[in-house]
């Protein structure tokens, strides 16, 4: 399997994180990947082949989802199989920035896979012909940044909850809400209202998922101990991190680390 990061530049650079392309081995029959929780949005564009089946922790059962599609900030882990010819083009967007990007609030819809052709039916059918005749990743990211720019709108986001969001990921989901509340110069009410309003989630929900996926890139390392990633992501203790991860993958870090996946959409390893 083939994976690719790519950070945006130009007029998307402050809006989109990165894009990342994943491509399956042809000689393989069918690809099996994991979705972890992770402390971000996405839009997801396939090419290729279009036969893309889910499963999720309240229901084992594969189900057929959407080919081109907004994932909301995704709080259970996920498995996804598509066919060997499958290709996936993700637009991983910056916390508060999908809201430029679409007619409603994520908090409307939390941890939900949404059909863009319900909302942008004939955009999406165009981009669809145009990403099956592109033959190169910087072609598909051409035609994906055409679109993304043709549905912008531009959205207002306070200051202050930019500069939160700073403080969060510097601090890995370390710090306390009412000492970032403190910094902002908000009261603790006021800046939950305001982060929810711009991110969809809680500031406390969100410092979570920092924090988690800070350890499963640690433990992705391989070169420490269980207890010392826990206690170095701000986890009490072992027993809190392990209590953390199963409440998130349904699993524990042990079994995790036994059955660990090379990729996970939303938020590669390697980024």
């Not at 994991?34 to 889910?54: A, K, L, Q, Y």
């Not at 700073?166 to 006021?190: C, F, N, R, T, Y």
Request: proline content about 4%; charged content about 25%; glycine content about 4%.
């Amino acid at each position: 399997m083939r994976h690719h990061l790519i950070k945006p530049k130009g007029a998307l650079k402050r809006y989109v994180d990165y894009y990342f392309i994943f491509e399956n081995d042809a000689k393989l029959a069918t690809t099996c990947v994991d979705v972890f929780p992770s402390p971000g949005t996405s839009m997801i564009f396939t090419f290729g082949s279009n036969d893309i089946r889910f499963s999720s922790e309240k229901d084992k059962s594969l189900q057929r989802c959407a080919d081109f599609a907004i994932d909301t900030f995704v709080l259970h882990k996920r498995k996804f199989v598509g066919p060997k010819d499958l290709g996936i083009l993700i637009v991983c967007f910056k916390p508060w920035a999908i809201h430029n990007f679409i007619p409603f609030h994520i908090k409307e819809a939390p941890n939900q896979r949404i059909d863009l052709k319900d909302i942008y039916p004939l955009q999406i059918d165009q981009l669809e012909e145009q990403l099956s005749g592109a033959t190169s990743d910087s072609e598909r990211i051409v035609v994906t940044e055409t679109f993304l720019l043709s549905i912008f709108k531009e959205k207002h986001i306070d200051a202050k909850i930019l500069k939160a969001h700073s403080i969060i990921k510097q601090s890995i989901g370390m710090m306390p809400v009412h000492d970032i509340a403190k910094k902002i110069d908000l009261s603790e009410k006021q800046f939950n209202r305001k982060f929810i309003e711009s991110t969809g989630i809680s500031p406390k929900l969100y410092s979570r998922l920092e924090r988690f996926y800070y350890a499963v890139m640690k433990m992705k390392q391989n070169d420490q101990s269980l207890t010392s990633i826990a206690l170095d992501a701000g986890y009490f203790d072992q027993s809190h991190f392990i209590h953390e991860f199963r409440s998130f993958t349904n699993t524990t870090p042990k079994a995790y680390l036994n059955n660990q996946k090379d990729i996970f959409f939303g938020h590669p390893l390697n980024a």
